[in-house]
């Protein structure tokens, strides 16, 4: 069993779950969460292809998250989703915590995985991350998108 967990892309676990908020919901999403008991650790304007606001909340004192992302544009991916979603907000993501960021790119595109993205790119809080197609392999569509994150790799 060790053996194949070595020949793994080198998943560790889950980094977060995102969830999408209608603009001008955020702020009360994140206090109905501090409210359940969640701690704030990072907040921040995305900008690039992304074009969100990022609340990221700490579940007690484990690594897992849970991501609040709200649209700062029509143009943002994440309004396009809650605008396919009949309005609403809800699930943009799962985002699993990998050791080696470029490995697992390379790992998961040589076995035919759909990315997204071209190559790992400059995530928020200074990660590295890449998107998976909800469509995510020949053989199995998951049905919703997976972002893989490598943590402090690089300087926000």
Same mark, same amino acid.
């Given at each position: 069993?060790?053996? %194949?967990?070595?020949?793994?892309?080198?998943?560790?676990?889950? #980094?977060?779950?995102? &969830?999408?908020?209608?603009?001008?919901?955020?702020?009360?999403?994140?206090?109905?969460?501090?409210?359940?008991?969640?701690?704030?650790?990072?907040?921040?304007?995305?900008?690039?292809?992304?074009?969100?606001?990022?609340?990221?909340?700490?579940?007690? #004192?484990?690594?897992?998250?849970?991501?609040?992302?709200?649209?700062?544009?029509?143009?943002?991916?994440? !309004?396009?989703? &809650? %605008?396919?979603?009949?309005?609403?907000?809800?699930?943009?993501?799962? !985002?699993?915590?990998?050791?080696?960021?470029?490995?697992?790119? #390379?790992?998961?595109?040589?076995?035919?995985?759909?990315? &997204?993205?071209? !190559?790992?790119?400059?995530?928020?809080?200074?990660?590295?991350?890449?998107?998976?197609?909800?469509?995510?392999?020949?053989? !199995?569509?998951?049905?919703?998108?997976?972002?893989?994150?490598?943590?402090?790799?690089?300087?926000?």
């Amino acid at each position: 069993m060790d053996s %194949e967990i070595k020949q793994t892309p080198g998943f560790l676990f889950f #980094d977060h779950v995102a &969830i999408s908020v209608k603009p001008g919901e955020l702020e009360a999403h994140v206090n109905a969460y501090l409210t359940m008991g969640f701690k704030e650790l990072h907040r921040e304007d995305v900008l690039g292809t992304d074009q969100v606001r990022e609340v990221l909340l700490q579940v007690g #004192d484990g690594p897992n998250l849970v991501q609040l992302i709200e649209p700062l544009t029509p143009e943002s991916p994440v !309004a396009k989703q &809650i %605008e396919k979603n009949g309005g609403r907000g809800g699930l943009a993501h799962l !985002a699993l915590r990998v050791a080696d960021i470029q490995a697992a790119f #390379d790992y998961l595109k040589e076995r035919g995985f759909k990315i &997204i993205d071209k !190559a790992p790119r400059k995530g928020s809080r200074g990660t590295m991350v890449f998107f998976l197609h909800p469509k995510t392999t020949e053989a !199995a569509a998951f049905g919703y998108i997976l972002e893989v994150v490598q943590e402090g790799c690089c300087h926000a």
